[in-house]
């Protein structure tokens, strides 16, 4: 879980003898497939890392399952993703106010500012993107203070290695008006930019939540007042059946020890661990109205269904799931331009590399993608497009009778029409990823994403046993707005492969393939290709009760005396970014709320 930062804090203000025990299903791995930042994505699919999930068949992907990944070790997702390190936009966080009173960009930046050792951009590197002028650097450099922090536990660094393909890329898309933008943390996250990456670069390896709050992840006391119980499963939050009180109280957990995830039905044992203080769950926007479920909180109609007493009468848990799509494309590029396949091409080069990184931990194995960024539809479309959509969200908008999810649809219809907050994501890969590859031959991929869908979806559990994975259903692609926008994004990734100085060393698409041309050849390739960038939020949402919301401003459960959530299941409305950053300021702004024992 990457608010680790949340029991830790707890811990810290806690007399002798008081202690915090932390509950995790996966291990501490201290292995290359962790720490390698190179290794991006070697982990996701692997059930020693990752619980593996996968959607219910999607009508509109041709009945496709989709694969959604949760990390499942010591850290959580913190340990097994992209090394992506960026916050939204400051209009994103500022709705999320009109749910949570306090959780406005400004209310938020000191928990930005607490997590993170921050180091800038170096002039005159290739770490300085084309576009960017010695002025701008210089003054982000001032306003540095206002927006960074330099002291706290997870690394925030860039890259320094970069391919051939990178500058072309930016200056391609730079001449669709696009800017390049040095400062994509300071509340406008619209633009390309070098992306910061949770890098330690002393140390050439993934600073995440297990290595970045803990003195010593391996043992079951990593600091003073911390119990960390790892291969450990949480099944049931324990109520006191003799409380009358109006609201439930939690007196205890239910867990399994022994769990083997690849043969989960062997070898375990069960037991109980009484609380005196409070639960705090943690487990991500999948896993944590499961257990909530689980527990008897929840639709009582779902409940029913699997013979599980309610406990707490809560509809919406599990419902409000949003996730951000992408689809990537891939090009043939020109022979001796250099991409990150000659690590797949060029035996000689490879063993060069590793040579580099086991003794200097740098080169391409210490390095992960670089240029990403948020665009305005604007930026590719034509007005009689932008006005087309328009028109498409505001037919969402009257159509929706759920009145906290028409508001969220007016709220994203306000960021068509906000400068600072993106409509699409557009992220460059100096390599091949959406292809079969062929021998000897490079590539670049041009991923796009969908930051704030249409679609709602959900997860319920499946049954009343706690190994069974649950039904995810994000409804992908199920309006005409997310098919349309992320059909005219993939167009536009084949323009930016057909537009100077880009076009200049790209031989040919790959996939799709040139004979894919009219619109619907890409959309045909969108539904067939759509894949979950592993971002899921709000299925524990944050609002009034009335509106449908999980938990109130301080995260605690309604009607759950001494429950909260802490993760990114509690995100009422998506952002334009990825998450690690916003999940660590919500763990970091969570601690504020927690009562001290007495």
């Known amino acids: 879980m990457a608010s680790f930062n949340t029991p830790l804090r707890l811990a810290e203000s806690l007399e002798p003898g008081q202690y915090v025990c932390v509950i995790e299903a996966g291990a501490y791995r201290e292995d290359a497939v962790v720490d390698v930042p190179g290794a991006y994505g070697v982990a996701v699919g692997d059930k020693d890392y990752d619980w593996s999930y996968h959607t219910v068949p999607q009508t509109n992907l041709d009945g496709r399952e989709v694969s959604s990944s949760v990390g499942r070790l010591l850290g959580g997702s913190s340990g097994i993703n992209y090394l992506v390190r960026m916050r939204g936009s400051s209009p994103e966080y500022d709705a999320w106010n009109e749910f949570g009173r306090g959780w406005d960009w400004n209310s938020l930046l000191p928990y930005f500012k607490a997590e993170e050792r921050y180091e800038a951009y170096v002039w005159g590197t290739d770490q300085i993107f084309p576009g960017i002028t010695e002025e701008e650097d210089k003054e982000a450099r001032r306003e540095e203070p206002v927006f960074r922090r330099h002291c706290g536990p997870v690394y925030s660094t860039h890259n320094t290695v970069y391919t051939d393909v990178l500058k072309p890329t930016i200056e391609a898309i730079r001449s669709f008006g696009i800017k390049t933008n040095r400062s994509p943390g300071y509340g406008n996250s619209t633009g390309m930019f070098n992306i910061d990456t949770a890098v330690n670069r002393q140390e050439g390896t993934r600073s995440y939540a297990a290595n970045a709050y803990l003195q010593d992840p391996k043992s079951i006391l990593p600091q003073r007042n911390l119990i960390v119980l790892k291969g450990v499963y949480a099944t049931k939050i324990l109520f006191d059946s003799n409380d009358c009180a109006k609201d439930a109280k939690a007196v205890g957990l239910a867990c399994l020890g022994g769990v083997d995830w690849k043969f989960p039905a062997t070898k375990v044992f069960p037991f109980d661990l009484k609380i005196n203080k409070e639960i705090i769950v943690s487990a991500g926007a999948y896993n944590t109205p499961r257990l909530l479920e689980l527990s008897g909180i929840g639709n009582p109609a779902i409940l029913s269904q699997f013979n599980i007493p309610t406990v707490v009468d809560l509809p919406t848990v599990g419902e409000n799931l949003q996730e951000h799509p992408y689809v990537v494309s891939d090009f043939i590029v020109q022979d001796g331009v250099f991409t990150f396949d000659r690590l797949r091409n060029d035996p000689i080069y490879r063993a060069e590399q590793e040579k580099e990184y086991r003794e200097n931990r740098t080169g391409v194995y210490a390095t992960t993608v670089s240029a990403y960024g948020f665009i305005k539809l604007k930026n590719f479309l034509t007005d009689e497009e932008v006005d087309e959509l328009k028109t498409e969200l505001d037919q969402e908008i009257s159509r929706a009778s759920n009145p906290f ?194």
Request: charged share 20%; no cysteine.
């Open 405 to 598: 999810y028409k508001r969220q649809l007016e709220i994203q219809r306000e960021y068509f029409e906000h400068s600072g907050v993106g409509d699409v994501e557009l992220i460059m890969v100096p390599k091949v990823f959406a292809s079969a590859p062929k021998e000897n031959t490079s590539y670049i991929s041009i991923l796009v994403s969908l930051p704030h869908p249409v679609a709602r979806g959900s997860t319920h559990i499946s049954s009343s046993d706690p190994l069974d994975p649950p039904s995810i259903n994000p409804y992908y692609l199920n309006n005409v707005y997310d098919t349309k926008i992320l059909t005219k994004a993939v167009q536009f990734a084949r323009k930016i492969s057909e537009t100077a100085p880009l076009k200049d060393i790209i031989v040919a698409p790959s996939t799709p393939g040139p004979e894919v041309q009219t619109y619907a050849d890409f959309e045909k390739y969108v539904r067939s290709r759509l894949a979950s960038i592993q971002h899921p939020i709000g299925t524990a949402a944050m609002a009034s009760k009335s509106l449908g919301g999980v938990v109130d401003h301080e995260l605690r459960v309604y009607g759950a005396e001494n429950v909260r959530v802490v993760d990114m299941s509690i995100a009422p409305l998506h952002i334009a970014a990825h998450l690690l950053d916003t999940a660590y300021a919500i763990g970091e702004k969570a601690s504020a709320y927690l009562p001290v024992m007495g």
